[in-house]
């Protein structure tokens, strides 16, 4: 098995970050959080790391954790999960998905000032990340067409920010 070769536990808990988000896309909520439980234990076994680039541990398992409640549509427990995560540790394109994350919340709740303004957050920490992330320039879209007419500053700001 995987022994002390910590790079490892950060290897595997990462592939079940992967296996969580894509059961949650598929509505399989049990397999989802099998596979989040199974990372938090890798997790808690080697703390933040970076190896690979995955930046495997704790804040990215919590981070990852709002991605698949997103997925299944538990947009308010997500919203709590994702206001206490430690990103201290976290590369600043985590950070930002945090408050992509926020966004998507809220856009969930159709509440798109809200979302915009988390979207301007995330767009404050790393601009060539979010510029590019196609769920940000989905939610934007979105939010644009619906406030049409109201024009609403946080939707239009970050439009223009994006370019749509």
């Known amino acids: ?11 595997w808990g990462t592939l079940h970050l992967v296996a969580a988000v894509g059961a949650a896309q598929w509505c399989e909520r049990r397999d989802a959080e099998s596979h989040l439980a199974e990372a938090r234990r890798a997790a808690a076994r080697t ?18 954790g709002v991605s698949a409640r ?7 427990a997500s919203l709590e999960a994702a206001r206490g995560i430690d990103l201290s540790r976290l590369p600043k394109e985590r950070k930002a998905r945090r408050y992509i994350d926020i966004g998507r919340a809220h856009a969930q709740d159709s509440d798109d000032e809200a979302s915009m303004r988390a979207l301007l957050d995330a767009d404050r920490i790393a601009p060539e990340y979010v510029h590019a992330h196609p769920l940000v320039r989905d939610m934007v879209t979105t939010a644009k067409r619906r406030n049409l007419l109201a024009s609403r500053e946080p939707v239009m700001r970050m439009a223009r920010r994006i370019g749509v």
């Open 70 to 76: 997103l997925e299944l549509g538990d947009g308010r």
């Open 1 to 11: 098995m995987i022994g002390d070769d910590m790079a490892a536990w950060s290897l």
């Open 47 to 64: 703390g933040e790391r970076d190896d690979f680039q995955t930046a495997f541990g704790p804040g990215n398992v919590a981070l990852l």
